[in-house]
């Protein structure tokens, strides 16, 4: 039995889908049976290895030995606050690091606008909650 290349669905409705500047939905149909995961596989680890960016990639906290520290008057413990870091989106321009700190003293909620910010460096969402702080709280 041959099949000829000309019998294989191809996709009729492409549909592009933008939630916000960090999001996207693609839709593809109709498609093969299985070619679904496999087209998927492929695009997404094409995204991945060519999609230029920045990232938090070394966290310091003053008073803090590990992970799996806790600090006083914050309510998150240390690697709920690395989790929540690791959602900041950050852009570098014209430079491959930069070294960025925060410095809040508690009662309130620390965002990423708390970040102070080199003028080489954009913080994109900053309304991004980092941790929250009580009326003792420091970081």
Known sequence: ??????????????????????HSKVVLEPLERGFGHTLGNAL??????SMPGSAIEEVEIDGVVHEYSTIEGVGEDVIEILLNLKGLAVVLNE??????????????VVTAADIQEDHDVDIINPDHV??????NGEL
Do not use: H, W
Request: hydrophobic share 40%.
């Open 95 to 108: 430079r491959d690091e930069a070294i960025l700190s925060i410095s809040k003293n508690g009662p309130g």
């Open 44 to 49: 997404r680890r094409i995204l991945l290895s």
């Open 1 to 22: 039995m041959q099949i000829s290349l000309s019998d294989f669905l191809t996709p009729q409705v492409i549909q592009v889908d933008e939630y916000d500047n960090c």
């Open 130 to 135: 980092i941790a929250n702080l009580n009326s």
